[in-house]
């Protein structure tokens, strides 16, 4: 099955820095990779997510990229505000029914002003 | 209108008991899914269901049993309680294609 690999577990920046955080797949049949925030104490959430015929989308401060030859993809975010310390999850996917996400063991992104 | 609601939010209970939790989605998707999230943050899969029909069961203790009545309902049972068992759970529904699941609030549950 499916494994994903995030890295780092942990980022601290300073405000307006950039944050750059990186995961592996296994599975070569993964096509869809999305990334999730999760504050304390609430559900995860979409930010952003990339298909597996797409290298790269950028949605404001946020853009991920995807490399499917080397099965690896990126979340990348600029000019970081205190509002983006949370947990990041990256997770893969195939896009068949009842496929499910499998996610990253998330990083904790501490943007400090 | 929640999309995908979960109870109850807070469950404690002690060891050996056993309890539930529901999961609702009024969103017509046809997937379902319980994830466990432990103290770590880790976000692991245990079960899916499309359409009512066991597509996925991780290497879960059967101890926790998962029912779907209806393709909106994916409910989860589990027997025994124990003290490993606390963790928050979350239920998801997803839609087919390259699409986002949406999660429930989560339901944390403390064995003592």
């Keep these: 099955g499916e494994n994903v690999e995030q890295h780092p577990s942990t980022l601290s920046v300073q405000e307006g820095d950039s944050a750059v955080i990186k995961c592996t797949y296994s599975d070569s049949a993964s096509n869809y990779f999305p990334w999730y925030k999760q504050e304390l104490g609430k559900r995860p959430q979409l930010i952003i997510d990339i298909r597996s015929n797409v290298g790269e989308k950028k949605d404001q401060r946020i853009a991920v990229t995807l490399n499917k030859t080397a099965k690896h993809f990126s979340l990348h975010i600029t000019e970081t505000q205190p509002e983006d310390s949370a947990v990041y999850f990256c997770a893969a996917s195939r896009i068949q029914a009842g496929t499910a996400l499998i996610f990253g063991k998330g990083t904790t992104l501490s943007v400090s002003s | ?112």
């Design chain 2, 1 to 112: 209108d929640t999309a995908v609601s979960q109870t109850p939010k807070y469950l404690v209970t002690q060891m050996g008991n056993d309890k539930s939790i529901k999961c609702e989605q009024n969103l017509g998707h046809d997937t379902m899914y319980w994830y466990k999230q432990d103290s770590k943050k880790f976000l692991k899969i245990m079960f899916s269901y499309n359409n009512k029909e066991l597509i996925i069961n991780e290497t879960v203790p059967n101890r926790f049993s998962p029912k779907s009545p209806d393709k909106a309902h994916l409910n989860l049972h589990i027997n025994s309680l124990e003290l490993g068992d606390s963790a928050v759970y979350f239920c998801a529904s997803r839609p087919l294609g390259y699409t986002e699941a949406f999660f429930g609030q989560g339901t944390r549950l403390t064995v003592v």
